[in-house]
């Protein structure tokens, strides 16, 4: 027969294994904050940090990314490797980054569509907007408005008056793309019927432009630009503010007497919403010594990017006022996912 325990003895060991819960539960409930609160007294970095972007390789984000990823190693001595996550618009990959610790070690590279046009596209999103904040939005760009060579249209004029007779094939770099937007924007201010085929990514909206499988898109500059100057394609219109550096003889629309399909991409870093400050702090500032660097200027230009390094307060209220505007068309055009 076992010896009952003395009542003392019982006594301290249900406290302890009273307490031993408690202190589960405490660090249970504390979950990411506590994760948080250990990374902002750590030493940062001390591991290999990963660049998660949003959208397929090869594509300006992409690119832009591997750059900065090798400026960061260099500055910080440790390794900083993309990882490509591609998906419903980019909320796949955001998802993954606004469920990962708050340490600093998986950091978002997308652009700004994810979150100023899927939440209006999307019935649900798969992540908050307080789930993320932005680090810096790097850059600014334009799109070019190019044309397949079956397409007899030798201006943006022409086009809107052929695609007013007959509807229009427009491909975009997939739903919710900025080229989506910037195509719905198009068919309503202009009157133009359009049909919207979506791909994945740019480069398959190149792609499908050159083998005559739609008939227009509204596309990042870099990856129309060989085939526009091999004749391939025809740009018939940027829609930023200034005329393309890469292509100085295209107009842009507000020169056609569009300015309402003005458009820009906003390239942006963001990490999960409790990211220490300190941790934060030391991104910031290596990001802003390398967007200093002349190669990161020297692929900016070439990406057809305006270098902007906003943070804090500026880049937040950038990213609210395309939240605000691209609400406002999307509920206007009754834009949809395809």
Do not use: W
Request: with cysteine; proline share 8%; net charge positive.
């Amino acid at each position: 027969m076992t010896a009952a325990l003395p009542r003392t003895t019982f006594g301290r060991t249900r406290r302890l294994a009273l307490a031993a819960v408690a202190a589960c539960a405490a660090l249970s409930l504390a979950g990411p904050a506590a994760a948080a609160a250990a990374a902002a007294d750590a030493p940062y970095p001390t591991k290999a940090v990963k660049f998660l972007t949003n959208f397929p390789a090869g594509g300006p984000i992409d690119i832009l990314g591997r750059a900065l990823a090798d400026a960061l190693q260099k500055d910080l001595k440790q390794p900083f490797i993309v990882d490509n996550r591609p998906g419903a618009g980019g909320n796949i990959g955001a998802d993954l980054v606004a469920k990962s610790p708050a340490d600093g070690y998986t950091v978002l590279l997308g652009i700004d569509s994810t979150f100023t046009i899927n939440p209006h596209l999307y019935a649900s999103m798969p992540f908050a907007a307080k789930d993320l904040k932005p680090l810096m939005i790097f850059s600014s760009s334009g799109l070019s408005f190019g044309v397949a060579s079956s397409v007899k249209a030798k201006t943006l004029p022409e086009f809107i008056a052929q695609a007013k007779a007959e509807p229009a094939t427009f491909s975009s770099a997939g739903n919710g793309s900025p080229g989506h937007i910037a195509a719905e924007i198009f068919a309503s201010d202009t009157g133009a019927r359009i049909t919207h085929v979506p791909y994945k990514g740019n480069a398959p909206a190149v792609l499908a432009l050159m083998g005559n499988e739609v008939q227009a898109g509204i596309l990042a500059t870099p990856g129309l630009l060989p085939q526009v100057q091999s004749g391939k394609l025809r740009a018939l219109a940027v829609t930023g503010k200034q005329r393309s550096p890469l292509l100085p003889e295209v107009p842009t629309v507000g020169e056609l007497g569009l300015k309402g399909l003005e458009f820009e991409v906003l390239y942006v870093a963001m990490v999960p919403a409790a990211t220490p400050e300190p941790v934060m702090q030391t991104l910031r500032q290596s990001l802003q010594k390398a967007m200093a660097l002349p190669e990161i200027k020297s692929r900016l230009a070439s990406l057809d990017m305006v270098p902007l390094a906003e943070t804090g307060s500026a880049a937040s209220e950038h990213l609210a006022g395309n939240l605000a505007r691209y609400g406002r068309i999307v509920k206007a055009t009754g834009m949809k996912v395809d």
